[in-house]
């Protein structure tokens, strides 16, 4: 499974954006990059996902980069419902095996 | 229904006692994945079914625990003798088989071993 780096907490001011890294070095060449997000006391949730191109949909936006090797994951105008923990994760194209790491704890203030 | 159900949504139980959870994932889904998240941790993979393939074990943290699925349906999560440690929220989650789509969670099942 490709290991993951990204920081541990962020902060956003609300209606402004955000920009969530990620760093995926050994990433394989099929695997998938999936962005999910889990607000307080719930389950989490699928955000969005991405293999080479940039993917947008009406949550966020998903910036790959050339080599793979990071994406971003861009709320264009934070909200205080936004504010949650963001899984950047890998996926293989053959299992879709689903492994969470820390991810990334956004805090977004009014 | 349209989401992931699992059931029950609390449980409190005794150590020393067996517990069964269930989630009945959304229909269509040939992948189902089980997941444990401690208080104010991240979550843990435990068992992950994908159609008719061997189920992929490798996060079951002893030999206490054992999933089970029948067909591309309902999945049990049973624990043996349980302990305060296993005390968590367990999650369910299902997707289409491919790796290029999305999964859905269900909003868990929060044991308490007491």
């Known amino acids: 499974d490709a290991k993951t780096t990204q920081p541990n907490s962020m902060e956003s001011n609300e209606e402004e954006p955000v920009h969530l890294p990620c760093n995926h070095s050994t990433i394989s060449g099929t695997d998938y990059i999936h962005w999910y997000r889990q607000l307080p006391s719930q389950g989490p949730e699928y955000v969005i996902h991405?293999?080479?191109s940039n993917v947008n949909n009406r949550m966020a936006s998903l910036a790959i980069a050339e080599d793979r090797k990071s994406s971003t994951l861009i709320l264009h105008r934070a909200t205080l419902r936004d504010a949650a923990v963001y899984y950047c994760i890998p996926t293989q194209t053959n299992t879709g095996k689903l492994i969470f790491g820390q991810g990334t704890t956004l805090q977004v203030k009014p | 229904g349209a989401g992931v159900s699992q059931s029950p949504s609390n449980k409190v139980t005794e150590k020393g006692k067996d517990v069964e959870l269930r989630c009945d994932p959304i229909?269509?889904?040939?992948?189902l994945y089980w997941y444990r998240q401690r208080l104010g941790q991240g979550l843990e993979f435990l068992i992950y079914?994908?159609?008719?393939?061997?189920?992929?074990k490798s996060g079951l943290p002893s030999d206490r625990f054992s999933a089970e699925r029948t067909g591309e349906s309902v999945s049990t999560l049973t624990i043996q003798r349980t302990q305060q440690e296993d005390s968590a929220v367990y999650l369910c989650?299902?997707?289409?088989?491919?790796?290029?789509?999305?999964?859905?969670f269900g909003q868990g099942t929060r044991l308490t071993v007491v």
């Open positions: 229909s269509g889904h040939t992948a």
């Open positions: 079914f994908q159609g008719n393939s061997a189920p992929d």
């Open positions: 989650a299902s997707s289409i088989q491919v790796s290029s789509t999305e999964a859905f």
């Open positions: 991405g293999l080479t």
